[in-house]
């Protein structure tokens, strides 16, 4: 079978995203941009001009940390936090929780150090990712958030795919269709957030 791409414009630059299969009827544009630092730059740049105030970053790994780490770093080098996929060693008082992604096979977990959760209490939390699809990531981290005593202060993705482009509590810089076997759009993106 042919390699298929999608062409889109995000934070002013073109970038073709391979198209993936998630199931023999669904395909979506595999956004990453680990190894595209003039993107994530773009895209940092982009969402902290749309940011509310907000205290600390948060974003589940991997795929957000050049993000979170891009927008720390121009908004004066701030501390940041990760939802980890497993506990480390050098982790104290960890608490996760369950989620289920998209791109990701199967249930996994999201851990938080207790250190984390202690600097969080009761500061304003942005969480940030790539892309926002289903909403089970965010949803897990609302949960470590949560569970940490932060106040949620918003929601934002470079990409907002599929009914996520609906949502009013998500910001995101721009709609990612989602892709039949043959590479055509399913339906057509509405950028709500515009």
């Known amino acids: 079978m042919e390699n298929m791409y999608y062409e889109m414009t995000i934070a002013g630059l073109k970038r073709q995203l391979p198209l993936c299969p998630v199931t023999d009827e669904l395909y979506i544009g595999a956004f990453v941009i680990f190894g595209d630092p003039e993107l994530t730059t773009a895209c940092a740049e982009a969402l902290l001009a749309r940011a509310p105030e907000y205290d600390y970053l948060i974003t589940a790994e991997a795929k957000g940390i050049p993000l979170v780490h891009e927008m720390a770093r121009l908004a004066g080098n701030q501390k940041y936090f990760l939802a980890r996929k497993k506990a480390k060693l050098y982790m104290r008082n960890v608490f996760s929780v369950t989620v289920n ?48 005593g932060g106040n949620i202060v918003g929601r934002m993705a470079i990409l ?27 339906e057509e993106s509405i950028h709500t957030d515009a």
Do not use: C, N
Request: charged share 30%.
């Open 101 to 148: 992604s998209i791109t990701t096979e199967g249930e996994q977990k999201l851990y938080l150090d207790g250190a984390d959760a202690e600097l969080m209490r009761g500061r304003r939390i942005l969480i940030v990712d790539d892309v926002i699809s289903t909403g089970q990531s965010l949803a897990a981290i609302e949960k470590l958030v949560d569970a940490a």
């Open 160 to 186: 907002a795919e599929g009914e996520a482009q609906t949502r009013k509590d998500i910001v995101y810089l721009e709609p990612l269709p989602l892709f039949r076997p043959d590479g055509s759009v399913i």
